[in-house]
Each structure stands twice: as structure tokens, then as C-alpha cells.
């Protein structure tokens, strides 16, 4: 088969691989979709040390059933289905109560660190255990569906918090993440949903997806401006989507006392905490790791466009231009 091989950092190349073999309980899947996460994009260039190389990344995809295990009873060859990117072991303390994103045996497809290496998406086929296959409906698009990986991350995040109807939000970084949070938190019940970014083509995405208003720290104190259509008080909640020092400040300084800041984003791997600003105004803080358990949801939303992710895609090009 053919698959994009990070053969070296910032080095990608088309190359011939054996076609993976299945055991009892896995599904060959012929991908048909894959995008292009930003941890793909510092995983090629080797900024994040969780991808290294030789490897085929790639963990957002969808595709066709090629060929089923002996005990597999879920799906079959030529079910339209899409899949997670975390294979959990499913008997771990924390598979057991559903947190399957914390499972003491985690690998994640399309990653290489130090303890495992577990090749992507970005290949014409892919092995993976019946465990983590969902089956589709007919009205989704096979790209719609790859994108499932990213919308269960931001529901997810969305569903850890705790939102109230009528409460106003900040989602700060309008990435790929943080529009698809912004839509759930929407539908979660926010009254008003504003979108921070420095991209003035995300934020200008980010106002057509729902989102209140938006602004642009490059050209405002966004923290006044949130106080400013909030009564004076900050945001009852804030969804930081980036992971930089930069944007957890702006994020804690836009939510009002006594509020709640949900971590998601994690491009760097330490950053710089207020703790004063964030004790004596006693703001809640929780973090998000990828998802556990809301892919049914989020095919669900899909399939009832109560989410859009067409405007999410950018572009589309076969795997051959994958280097490029």
C-alpha cells in the first residue's frame, strides 16, 4: 500500500508499505479521508518530541471496511465507518470507568514517543480494534466524518464543563478546536459565545459558526472588551484552545470571579500560571484530554447538521500530494 512516511523531521515522502495484517478482534479499513491536525504540523516538524520519526501520522479519518477479524460482529466489508484516535486496552481502572482518554495503555494512532511508536491515517489502509469503529450514516460525507475526531475533542471538553443556560463564553484560539467548541457550547446552552483569535480570516470563520462577536489581541485589550458586554464582570466561562502562556493569561483575565477556565490546548509542554490571579478570584480550573465515549454524540450532531464542519475544510488533495 501507499503511505506518507515521516521519514525525517520536516522530511515527508510517498512510500510503499506492506498492507497491515489483522488480528481476531481489529478492522482493515481503507481510509478515504484523513486531516491534518495541528499536532500533525508539529509533529512534522518536530517541535512537540510525540512524533518521531519514522512514522506515518495521521489519526482524523474515516473510510470503507476492507476486511473484518474472525470475532468481529459490529461491522463488515464495505460499511462506511470512522474511528478514534486513542486505542484504549479496555481493562485498565480507568477503562473501567469510562475514562478510556486515561487508560494506563493509551496509544494514540499516528504518534511515536518514547514509550511506543503506532502508525496514522496517512496511508491507504489502517488496522485498528473493533473497540474504537463506529458505523456511519449515508448523509455524512466520508470528509465530514474524519473530522469526528475533532468535533468528540471539543464536546468533550464542552461536556466537562459546566455550563449553565443563559451563560455567556470565550473561546480563546479559533483553530479548528476551538470552532467546533464554540458551536457545542452553543448548543450546551451559551447565551453568547465570543472568539478570540490573531487570524482575522479564523475570526471572520469563527462570527459565520455562531460566535458573538469577535476580537483580535493584536488590536485590543480583549480582556476590557469581554468586561465591556459582559456588565463588567468577564465571561462566566473560558475555553482556552491554544496551550501558549499568552493565551492562558488572556483566558483567565476574561473570565470573571468566581468563573471556570477549561484547558484544552497543549502546544507547549510548560507554561507560566497566575496563581494569585487565579486563587483570589477563586476561578475553577479543569483540563480536557481528548475524548471518551462522544463519538455516538457527535456523529449524531453530524448527521442532523446541528454542527457544521464543511467551512472547516480548507482544501483537499489526494495522499500523493501529501509531502507538499
Known amino acids: ?68 477479524g474472525s470475532e468481529v460482529k ?29 487508560c494506563d495503555n493509551r496509544r494514540v494512532l499516528g504518534v511515536s514517543c518514547q514509550e511506543y511508536r503506532q502508525h496514522g491515517a496517512f496511508a491507504e489502509y489502517i488496522a485498528v480494534p473493533e473497540r474504537i469503529v463506529y458505523p456511519l450514516p449515508d ?11 475533532a468535533l468528540s475533542i471539543a464536546v468533550h471538553a464542552v461536556r466537562l464543563t459546566p455550563v449553565e443556560l443563559g451563560q455567556t463564553a470565550v473561546v480563546v484560539g479559533s483553530g479548528m478546536i476551538g470552532l467546533l467548541a464554540l458551536q457545542a457550547l452553543r448548543l450546551a446552552g451559551c447565551m453568547r459565545v465570543f472568539a478570540v483569535d490573531i487570524d482575522e480570516a479564523r475570526l471572520k470563520l469563527a462570527k459565520k459558526l455562531g460566535a458573538e462577536e469577535i476580537a483580535n489581541p493584536m488590536g485590543c485589550d480583549v480582556a476590557a472588551w469581554i468586561r465591556d458586554r459582559t ?30 477556565l477549561t484547558l484544552i490546548g497543549n502546544i507547549s509542554p510548560t507554561v507560566e500560571l497566575p496563581l494569585q490571579a487565579v486563587v483570589t478570584r477563586e476561578i475553577q480550573l479543569l483540563s480536557s484530554c481528548s475524548s471518551a465515549g462522544e463519538y455516538p454524540a457527535c456523529i449524531e450532531l453530524l448527521a442532523r447538521r446541528a454542527v457544521e464542519v464543511e467551512p472547516l475544510i480548507s482544501a483537499r488533495a489526494p495522499l500523493s500530494e501529501g509531502p507538499a
Open 231 to 260: 456588565g463588567g464582570r468577564g465571561a462566566d466561562i473560558a475555553l482556552e484552545v491554544v496551550g501558549s502562556t499568552d493565551a492562558l493569561t488572556m483566558a483567565l483575565a476574561c473570565v470573571r470571579k468566581g468563573g471556570m
Open 139 to 149: 448523509c455524512i460525507p466520508l470528509e465530514h466524518a474524519a473530522m469526528v475526531e
Open 1 to 68: 500500500m501507499k503511505a506518507l512516511l515521516l521519514k525525517r523531521y520536516l522530511e515527508m515522502e510517498l512510500v510503499d508499505m506492506p498492507q497491515p495484517s489483522i488480528q481476531p478482534q481489529e478492522v482493515l479499513i481503507q481510509v478515504k479521508a484523513c486531516g491534518i491536525c495541528g499536532s500533525d504540523i508539529h509533529g512534522w516538524d518536530g517541535s512537540t518530541g510525540r512524533r518521531i520519526p519514522p512514522l506515518v501520522m495521521g489519526h482524523e479519518a474515516a473510510g470503507v471496511v476492507a476486511e473484518v
Open 74 to 102: 459490529s461491522v463488515q466489508p464495505g460499511d462506511r465507518v470512522t474511528f478514534d484516535s486513542t486505542i484504549y486496552c479496555g481493562q485498565c481502572f480507568f477503562c473501567r470507568q469510562g475514562r478510556v482518554n486515561l
